[in-house]
């Protein structure tokens, strides 16, 4: 990449838009998509809308069986009568920890060769789940926590990979443990998002130095014309709505994650358009040790317990 579009980069902007997507994509291998998953299962929350159901599309069209996971199993039904390939669709509403229990305990030692941690939510006002928990921690870290360690031993199996879909939106906050589990006296949901996309990107660390058998990658789509941003940011939707990725572009470092036979291996490296990305842009973003000891997934059991 040449100094013009390291500029460009380093603007943000002119980064994280449509124009950034096209131009980081001339630099694409066109081979690292060449590939045929048929007899590969990949699992996919949040997979009937937005990134979750474009990626859905490119990794059927790649061949792979797409089970997708959603909480509205009408509008999940509706999304896969629209997707060409081979498409399975289950209940899973990754903000409740007893469903993830079940999900985890239904899929039993089935086949997986993908985890896809997809489903987000980026709540406008503080909401707690019947669990206790505020929404965003509940469905953006705690659900994706039980459920990619309740189905470590199919992804070892397989010798897997977890990818999981965090946000540029991190890139301001410095984890705190307090404001990740909503105990604030001040809520404000895009600080609460960001919080919890910060949390994944260690959580996507931690696990790949446990785990040495599977591929953990965390990845940020951009900036994409998603229905979750238009509902959540509609403001920034409005004013930014020219320069938005397609959810097909913010979709393709996940499939390309999911896919692509080089990134075997790689594991814990965070992920913007194909190439690694800085998990900072500036020092005092960085976690202090004790934070990011606590957040270590091991202790999954007790996730969410207050």
Not at 23 to 43: M, P, S
Not at 71 to 87: F, S
Not at 260 to 282: E, K, M
């Amino acid at each position: 990449m040449g100094w013009f579009d390291a500029t460009l980069d380093a603007s943000v902007l002119f980064s994280f838009d449509r124009n950034g997507f096209r131009r980081h994509a001339r630099h694409f291998l066109e081979n690292d998509l060449a590939v045929d998953l048929a007899g590969k299962t990949v699992l996919i929350t949040g997979a009937n809308t937005g990134l979750g159901l474009a990626a859905t599309k490119q990794l059927a069209k790649l061949g792979a069986t797409v089970v997708m996971a959603c909480r509205d199993l009408q509008r999940g039904e509706q999304a896969r009568a629209g997707v060409p390939g081979k498409t399975e669709l289950l209940a899973l509403d990754v903000s409740s920890r007893h469903d993830v229990q079940r999900f985890v305990l239904a899929w039993g030692d089935r086949r997986l060769d993908v985890l896809i941690n997809n489903a987000g939510v980026l709540p406008t006002s503080l909401q707690r789940t019947p669990e206790g928990l505020e929404l965003a921690y509940a469905t953006n870290v705690v659900g994706p926590v039980l459920l990619t360690e309740g189905l470590l031993p199919c992804l070892r199996a397989t010798k897997g990979r977890v990818i999981t879909v965090s946000s540029g939106g991190m890139y301001p906050v410095k984890l705190d443990l307090r404001a990740l589990r909503g105990d604030v006296k001040k809520y404000d949901g895009v600080t609460a998002y960001a919080q919890t996309k910060r949390a994944e990107v260690i959580l996507n660390e931690l696990w790949a130095a446990r785990e040495p058998q599977v591929t953990f990658a965390a990845m940020h789509p951009g900036w994409a014309d998603t229905g979750g941003v238009k509902a959540s940011l509609p403001r920034f939707h409005a004013v930014t709505r020219a320069l938005l990725r397609t959810a097909d572009e913010g979709a393709d470092t996940i499939t390309w994650l999911a896919a692509c036979p080089r990134v075997q291996g790689v594991s814990g490296q965070f992920w913007f358009d194909r190439q690694r990305a800085r998990t900072h842009f500036v020092p005092w973003t960085h976690e202090a040790p004790i934070d990011r000891n606590t957040l270590a997934p091991h202790g999954a059991a007790s996730w969410g317990e207050r």
